[in-house]
Structure formats: C-alpha cells, structure tokens
C-alpha cells in the first residue's frame, strides 16, 4: 500500500545507531515515509519517533502490522534479527536486514527457505556492494588494470565496546559472522566468487569475560577461484590511531589499494608500473541511500538489489569455517 503522499510506508525495527543511519538513507531517497518503529526498549523507540516526526512507537515489533507497512528495516542484535526476520517473512514484507542474513548457519537456512518459499523480497546490509570504490575495484579488475589476480591481504580492526551486543557471542553469533563478513568476506566474494578452501588461527587476549566473543582477534586464509590466495586480519582490538582498514589486491601487472573506510566513501590507488591512479570517492553518492534506492527498486519489480538470501547464506557458511577453522586447527574445504 502507498499512502496518499506516492510514498511508501516504512516500519523499523530497532532504535540504534545504525537503524538511525539507515533510516537517513532512506528518507533521503525521497521516496518513503517512516509510519512506526519498534525496539526493545520502548524510550529509545519514542527518542527515535520524536527524531522523524513518528509517533506509532512500539516495545513488540509485532505491533507494526497495525501502521499497515509496505516494507520493515530490522536493525537489532542478530540473535533477536533471526525470529524478526522470519515474522516479517511471513507477513509477506519485504525485508531489509541491516546486518548478516542470520546469526548462525542454521538460521540463515530457515530465513532462506521461507523467503523463497513465500517469494518475499530479502536484502541483507552489506553496502560495500554499493560503495563507488568497490564497484570501480571490481570493474577494473574485471578489465584487467591489475593483470590476472594473485592475492588479497587485508587489515580490518575495529575499538568494539565490551558493553556492546557485537561483544557478546551469544548475541552477535560471534566476530568472524559479524565483523569479517562485513569486512571484507562479502565484497571480495562479489568480485572473486565463493572461497574453496578457508584456514584461520584466532585469539581472545583484552577482554575474555565468559559470554564475550571467541574470536576476538582473528586471522583467516581464503582461496578462491583460480588459485588467488587471501589472507584477512579483523578483530575488535584497535589501539590507537593507526590505519587499520585497508586492501590490498595483488594482481600480475599492477597493485590495487582500498581504503574503503566503515561508514564513508572511501578512495583507492592503482599501481601499475612506474604510474599511479589515485581516486577520491568522498563526492560519490551514499552507498547507504543507493542500497536503499536499490531495495525500494526491487519492491516495485526493478530487480537490483544485490545481497539476496540465498548470496548471503555463503557469508554464513564462510564465518563458520573460519569458526571452525580456529577453534579445531584445521583447514575447511568448502567444496565438501
């Protein structure tokens, strides 16, 4: 139903920072209008409200059907997203899920299974997809500026606040899930194709409370196809200042160098021989506001978004090999 302004009617599931940051992109798509919005905690729900002009605030996401939404944001701990997801499944919404597809293997399965099965438009919240700086890596890879690709090194540490729910295990599925899919198993999956082989050591040294995350610092080898080999550092310790979210792409001709940054545009660098390219994407559209352009598309039969269900569950499938990779001291084949 799109209500008499041409707009469609969003609902929110989630009150936090990020839901703040994907609400803005959605607003600034000029095309919705934000009719409730749902959280644990039913202030956080009203500050946020009172923040767009909302007044259908809720402590049970499940009171959302009564604004009559045409589509639900969920931005909550995984562990809550997977049932939320699979409620917004069944009331045939089409569903952006800020984060991973689930929070576990298993429950991506579930998740997967009902969408198809009820055709329900799912994307998941991997925007480097529609970041300016990956595309244009992925394109000039795809062209050949860097020759035929070798290997991937990556540095991806993040200061996580013990207090937070990334922190806890139980609540975000744990980091490689919650953290190296973000950066950068779901990107480098788009440009090279689906891994075969994972091998990973990880550690847990600043905070080790019990429920605390396992995999607090982590190191995880990749290969995908045609032999190029990726080796991918991500924790949630971070000291200091230092620059700790960076790519690099080894190709046979040349060196590729992202700087993709967490919420920003980011920039890149090509090395090829004795020159130089260096791009600054700080002027390219919001990859936020693009993906929710892209999912407002796709509900009205524009397909173009580009994290489906059935593309996220490798992103599952790839966190825990690299799990089990750590916690058994053996590489996974992902091929079995």
């Not at 259908?56 to 049932?83: F, G, K, M, N, T």
């Not at 920039?267 to 994407?281: A, I, V, Y």
Request: hydrophobic share 45%.
């Amino acid at each position: 139903m799109i209500d008499t302004s041409g707009k469609l009617r969003l609902a929110v599931v989630g009150a936090g920072f990020m839901a703040r940051r994907r609400v803005r992109a959605f607003l600034a798509t000029g095309r919705v209008q934000v009719v409730g919005i749902a959280a644990h905690s039913l202030s956080s729900a009203q500050t946020l409200g009172a923040e767009l002009d909302c007044d259908a605030c809720y402590s049970d996401h499940r009171r959302l059907l009564e604004v009559a939404p045409d589509a639900i944001l969920i931005e909550v701990p995984h562990q809550v997203q997977d049932a939320v997801a699979l409620w917004a499944i069944e009331h045939h919404l089409p569903t952006l899920i800020g984060g991973p597809l689930a929070s576990s293997v298993s429950g991506g399965a579930a998740i997967l299974r009902q969408a198809e099965a009820r055709r329900v438009l799912v994307e998941l919240g991997f925007e480097a997809r529609y970041k300016a700086v990956w595309r244009t890596a992925r394109d000039w890879i795809q062209a050949q500026h860097i020759g035929r690709p070798i290997a991937i090194q990556s540095v991806a540490l993040w200061s996580g606040n013990p207090e937070s729910w990334y922190y806890r295990e139980s609540a975000s599925g744990g980091m490689p899930l919650t953290h190296m899919s973000y950066t950068f198993i779901n990107p480098l999956r788009w440009i090279f194709g689906e891994p075969v082989c994972v091998s990973a050591f990880a550690n847990r040294i600043k905070h080790t409370a019990p429920d605390q995350v396992q995999e607090e610092t982590c190191v995880a080898n990749l290969l995908f196809p045609q032999d190029v080999v990726c080796s991918m550092l991500a924790g949630y310790v971070k000291p200091g200042n230092a620059d700790t979210w960076r790519i690099s792409i080894v190709g046979s001709e040349g060196i590729l160098e992202l700087q993709p940054t967490e919420m920003e545009n980011g920039n890149l660098r090509l090395h090829r021989g004795d020159k130089l390219t260096e791009l600054d994407f700080s002027a390219a559209p919001d990859a936020f506001t693009v993906q929710a352009d892209a999912f407002l598309d796709s509900i009205q039969g524009e397909s173009r978004c580009r994290n489906t269900p059935r593309d996220g569950f490798n992103d599952l499938r790839v966190a825990a090999a690299i799990v089990t990779s750590a916690r058994e001291h053996r590489s996974i084949d992902l091929n079995t």
